[in-house]
């Protein structure tokens, strides 16, 4: 299972705030042939959700589940700037 830092999600809600005020948006990681894509949307039927501070800020559906199960979300600062940035699990506390 995908594992989201607390920082990850601090981002995540940074992001849900600064732009539409409904609180049902989450953000949702979807796989394409490019790869992985981050987009605004809503919580659908079947999705594995991730909160943070209360309110779900994250959303994947059940393939990308699959394809990030040994998988961290974490934060990095590249060119002061936080970035969302995937790592594996292991090897890490």
């Not at 953000?27 to 042939?33: A, E, F, H, Q």
Request: charged share 30%.
């Amino acid at each position: 299972m995908l594992i989201v830092s607390y920082d990850a999600g601090e981002l995540l809600e940074q992001i849900l705030s600064t732009g539409d005020d409904r609180d049902d948006m989450v953000i949702r990681v979807t796989s394409t042939d490019a790869g992985l894509e981050l987009t605004i949307g809503t919580v659908q039927p079947g999705d594995e959700t991730f909160a943070h501070a209360e309110r779900t800020v994250l959303v994947i559906d059940a393939q990308t589940s699959e394809r990030l199960a040994n998988k961290k979300l974490n934060v990095e600062i590249i060119d002061d700037e936080p970035e969302l940035i995937l790592v594996d699990q292991q090897g890490m506390d």
